[in-house]
């Protein structure tokens, strides 16, 4: 270890445990598991405060060896090395006291096993099996104690959000072949958000009650297809297309296919999956293909878009509303919900498709682009006219692609590349800006101490700024490799851990 790296890093650590593709899917939920045990253990303290320590000093991996290094604000170091998330105190302290509710329980037969988590605090370790409950508990046996405690996951959304990335091999091929639709072979995996009665009202009906049934979609009857883009490798993150198809083919059109080589995105729509099923199930889909997509292969949560023709437009428009912190942008096609009636010029009007979002969600909304696509002969498009003249009033970036041949119809390949290039802009942009910066800051550090072995405090965090700068990035890449950045080898008897599922009888 050089001698400017800290053997002990004041924040909580979660491992992937890189050894093995089985493990590398569990590490997010493992600190849990020590704020679970508290109740029991420490009386009236608080759950993390452990004999009076802070709970910024709890340290937390999902392999049987802690890593060897964390960088403190460099998150792709952090992944090469095994490391997948780096939770601060104040996040820490805010799961730590909803922990608080943890309650003892047993271990249902239905519940989903996620894995283990190995716990260390100081020489101190403990094992725990984790589980997911069909109804979104979490579940943590500390196999030494053999007691079971539950929590609600909606608790740990700040741990869970990492989860959703992706912990695969970053030299791997992909399982599918470039630039052809195939069926994405199960198992899939659900969304953290599940469209139960609450969320329902909390996410699409603006916090009101809402006769909207909840979802009843079964994930193992689901069949997804995926597209990969030409030259797709995991080193750089794709971005994604969720296709919500009208019909019951759910196969994503080939006329996005120029848009999504252009871009760099990845495609996946589900079978089944068009007017006539359940719009909770629709929705719910949407999230699920978002979940599954993110394990299997490397994605820019920055860059996650929804688009959907006529009925599939109305729900791909109502989950990027409801859902910003899913959803980046969106492609309506020939059809368009709004949060608010919306008058067709006649005396009549189309009642609202979902509620407001609550005021966190629309800020996030506020941030992001929408495209609607439609023509002077689809039938809808006095409805899209008003209700993008309706967004647009309350300060959405909303801007409507209309072209006077277009019917409700899709697009043709060069329209569609044209709204979705104007909904990925900023970042694009962004993203080169970045890249330019780091590629400077690179060449500053190559003339300054060329390649050779990093053997300064200095040399250390110049790098890491370039990695920090534009993360994925050839010039990050480059700087990994003068850090001679590497994944952890195997542990020794670490357990296999199964891969995030639902297959598990029972399982929603």
């Known amino acids: 270890m050089h001698p400017w790296m800290p053997d002990h890093n004041p924040r909580l650590r979660v491992s992937s445990g890189m050894a093995t593709p089985l493990r590398r899917s569990v590490w997010a939920l493992g600190w849990i598991g020590t704020v679970l045990l508290c109740p029991a253990s420490v009386g009236a303290r608080g759950p993390l405060d452990f004999h ?48 608080r509710r943890a309650e003892e329980t047993g271990w249902p037969e239905e519940t989903n096993v996620l894995g283990h988590a190995h716990v260390t605090r100081g020489r101190d370790a403990a094992s725990y099996r984790l589980g997911l409950t069909p109804d979104g508990l979490l579940l943590f046996e500390d196999l030494l104690a053999q007691r079971t ?3 609600d996951a909606a608790d740990c959304q700040s741990l869970l959000d990492p989860l959703m990335g992706y912990l695969g091999d970053l030299d791997a091929d992909p399982d599918v072949p470039h630039a052809e639709v195939v069926a994405l072979p199960p198992p899939y995996r659900r969304s953290p958000i599940v469209l139960d ?17 909840e979802t009843q979609r079964y ?52 079978a089944e999956a068009g007017n006539g099923r359940l719009s909770t199930d629709r929705y719910q889909l949407g999230l699920d293909m978002v979940s599954t997509i993110s394990q299997r292969y490397h994605i820019d949560p920055e860059r996650v878009y929804v688009t959907g023709i006529s009925g599939g437009g109305r729900i791909s428009s109502g989950l990027v509303a409801c859902f910003p912190d899913v959803f980046t942008g969106a492609v309506p ?44 002969l689809d039938f809808n498009y006095r409805e899209m006219v008003n209700a993008v003249r309706i967004m647009t009033g309350d300060g959405l970036e909303v801007r409507l692609f209309e072209y006077e041949d277009m019917a409700h119809t899709l697009p043709t390949a060069e329209r569609f590349v044209e709204a979705l290039t104007w909904v990925d802009a900023e970042h694009a942009e962004s993203r080169a800006d970045a890249t330019e910066h780091a590629d400077k800051l690179l060449d500053g550090y190559l003339a300054r101490f060329g390649d050779a072995e990093v053997t300064t405090e200095p040399q250390q965090r110049l790098l890491e700024r370039v990695v920090d700068t534009a993360p994925w990035s050839a010039p990050a890449w480059r700087a990994c490799e003068i850090l001679g950045l590497t994944r952890p080898p195997e542990a020794p008897g670490a357990p296999e851990t199964p891969a995030i599922t639902d297959e598990t009888p029972g399982t929603p």
């Open 52 to 99: 009076g320590s802070p709970p910024s000093e709890i340290a937390v991996t999902i392999s049987a060896a802690k890593p060897a290094k964390v960088f403190t604000n460099c998150d792709m170091a952090n992944r090469l090395l095994g490391t997948v998330a780096v939770i601060g105190p104040v996040d820490l302290r805010r799961m730590a006291v909803a922990s």
């Open 149 to 151: 405690f539950a929590m």
């Open 197 to 213: 009665s609450a969320t329902i009202r909390d996410r699409l009906n603006g916090g009101r009650k809402s006769n909207l049934p």
């Open 219 to 270: 994930l193992p009857d689901e069949h997804l297809f995926v597209r990969l883009p030409e030259g797709y490798s995991p080193r750089t993150p794709a971005g994604l297309i969720v296709w919500i198809d009208a019909s019951k083919s759910g196969r994503p059109p080939e006329v996005f296919n120029l848009a999504a080589d252009k871009l760099g995105c990845i495609m996946v729509g589900a």
């Open 333 to 376: 096609i020939v059809g368009l919900n709004a949060y608010k009636h919306v008058p067709l010029g006649d005396g009549r009007f189309v009642v609202m498709g979902f509620g407001r979002p609550k005021a966190s969600s629309w800020r996030l909304l506020r941030e992001h682009r929408i495209a609607p696509m439609t023509g002077p």
